[in-house]
Structures are given as C-alpha cells and as structure tokens.
C-alpha cells in the first residue's frame, strides 16, 4: 500500500534516503521533495494536515508544534521573583525585636538597636527591609540615634509573616490572632474583640480626678503573674497623701509609665461605674486573670472618652500615638 503526495508515490514503510533520492530525481517537484522529508521524518499520520492549520511554508505541510513559521512557538518567560533591594548597610549587625519565631501581637512595633550612633539615618533606612505577607505598608520613626522602629500604617492583619533584614541581621516572626480591647471610659466597660468578634466584655474603673488615664492607643508588653505596686517608682513616696504599695495579681503591662490591667478585688464595687484608680484599669479577678491569660506581647489597647489627654509617643508602648 503507498501514499501519494504531490504526485510521488511513496511506499508506507520506506526509509528517509529512499525518499530523499525519488525526490532530487524529480527537479520539478522540489516542494514535494521537501515535504516528504518532513512527512517522513514525523511519520505516516502526519501526511495530510488538517485544511484549517497554518502551513510551515506557502505550499508546505502545517507540522505539529509550530505555529505557521519556520521557527516553533516558545512559551514567555517566567516574570523574575521581586526582590526588595537594600542599600549597602552603614552600621554593624544590629539586634531586632521582635526576635526569630516569635509571635506577636497586631501592633507590635520593629525596634532595630545599633551599636554605633547613626550620622546618616536616611541611608541606614535603605539597609533595611521589612517584608511582609500579605503586603502591608508601613514606615520609620527614630528613638535616638541608635535604634530606630517601623510600624504598620494601621494594625497589621491577623496571621501576618513580618522579614526584617538589617545589614547581616534578620529576623523572621508572625502575628497571631487580631484581639483588639477598646475601654471606654465613657461606659465604663472594656470590650475585646478576637478577629472581629466580640469575645469578652468587661467592667472597669480607670484613673480618678487628679490620675485621669490617657486616652490612645497602648500596647501589651511584659505581664507578672503578681507583684507589688509602688508609688515611690515613679516619684510618690508611699506614706504620702497619693502613696500607696499594693499587691496585685494578673498584672498586664500596657505602658513604661506603669499602666497595667491588673485584678483589682478592692474596687469592684465601682467598676462599671466610677473612676478609681491611680491610672490603671481595675477589672475583677476573673476578668484579670482572663486578659492576662488570652492577651500577647504586641495586643493594642485603646483607652478613649477620659479627661487624661493622650498617652505620650515616647512612653515605650505609646508608638501609636506619634
């Protein structure tokens, strides 16, 4: 059984040169020639194309895999991963916080601690990078001239993974869950939601006339299980009028200037309803032990409708209010 194409018969199972010669014997059929090397090279099937593809050449068979020239189509190139370009570093490896593994709360700051005053603060910016995901903008702020901080423009999304690299130093952590506390001195309630919903409802007692709580926006940081609070930390000797040196349990920190949610058995009979404190936000046991147990390093804390003005930017946990 043969085949026949532009005239030339030829047989099912020959070989290339058979073809090749019954070819170039022929002059006039140099297209058949041609086109019965392609056909022989990709096999029998392949001799009559399909009427609606692209011939190779005018005249030529359509070949699979090409796309009607004489050159086969190749796939675009893959776009090059986006790399975040870092300036090279004006200082020696500095230490980061938060640290590698850590998970942190939605507002926790990067705090970048060198070990040499920074002359040039513009340039140590572009040594660093913070990368995240999902992409969340953010942005700069000095402490001095050794330790500079970023923060997110808003608070960061819940499960977020945060890079800091800075020189040779990096640091990879996450945050966890979103749990966002708002006390409102207004109602004298503290509300806490976890991811968007409300989880917890508390009744508190803020700071009294002459110890009114600053309003903004606080960040949880160091907790004791229990201590003892002392006036005289901050310049108030205990025996005086405003002293005082108490024990209290589940004592969350929120400030450096010695705010806390702590239990506060004491004045329950006013929480909900009336201001207390010497600053702090008094909550019952349970509910102490309760923030204490559920609340991250790195959590906000907003205070608002108090008489206390605005928590300072450069308490140490006041960074959202700069």
């Not at 942190?104 to 070990?115: E, K, M, S, W």
């Not at 309630?189 to 009294?208: A, D, L, W």
Request: proline share 8%; aromatic share 8%.
């Amino acid at each position: 059984m043969c085949t026949e194409q532009f005239g030339v018969s030829v047989p099912e199972r020959t070989d290339l040169r058979k073809v090749m010669s019954l070819a170039l014997r022929s002059p006039r059929r140099l297209v058949a020639r041609v086109s019965l090397v392609a056909v022989a090279a990709f096999g029998a099937a392949s001799l009559v194309a399909p009427a609606q593809a692209a011939p190779l050449w005018p005249g030529g068979p359509e070949v699979p895999g090409f796309s009607g020239s004489a050159e086969p189509t190749l796939p675009a190139p893959a776009p090059e991963p986006q790399v975040q370009r870092r300036a090279p570093a004006n200082f020696s490896d500095p230490s980061i916080s938060p640290s590698g593994g850590e998970v942190v709360g939605v507002a926790q700051p990067v705090a970048i601690r060198f070990n040499e005053a920074i002359g040039d603060r513009a340039a140590a910016e572009r040594a660093i990078a913070v990368t995240t995901s999902p992409s969340v903008d953010g942005h700069f702020y000095w402490i001095n001239d050794t330790q500079v901080r970023w923060l997110p423009n808003e608070f960061y999304p819940a499960h977020t993974s945060v890079t800091v690299e800075a020189g040779g130093a990096r640091a990879d952590f996450s945050t966890g869950d979103s749990l966002i506390t708002t006390a409102d001195d207004a109602t004298h309630q503290i509300t806490i939601t976890r991811n968007g919903e409300v989880v917890k409802t508390m009744p508190t007692s803020m700071g009294k006339p002459g110890h009114e709580t600053p309003n903004g926006t606080y960040i949880v940081g160091e907790k004791f299980r229990d201590m003892y609070m002392d006036s005289s930390t901050y310049g108030v000797p205990v025996d005086s009028e405003d002293g005082y040196r108490t024990y209290v349990e589940y004592a969350t920190r929120i400030s450096y200037s010695g705010i806390f949610v702590h239990a506060a058995p004491w004045s329950e009979w006013a929480q909900g309803s009336e201001d207390t404190s010497h600053g702090c936000l008094n909550v019952s046991t349970e509910d102490g032990q309760w923030f204490f147990e559920n609340s991250q390093k790195g959590d906000p804390v907003v205070v608002v409708n108090t008489a206390g003005g605005t928590l300072s930017g450069a308490d140490g946990l006041g960074d959202w209010n700069r």
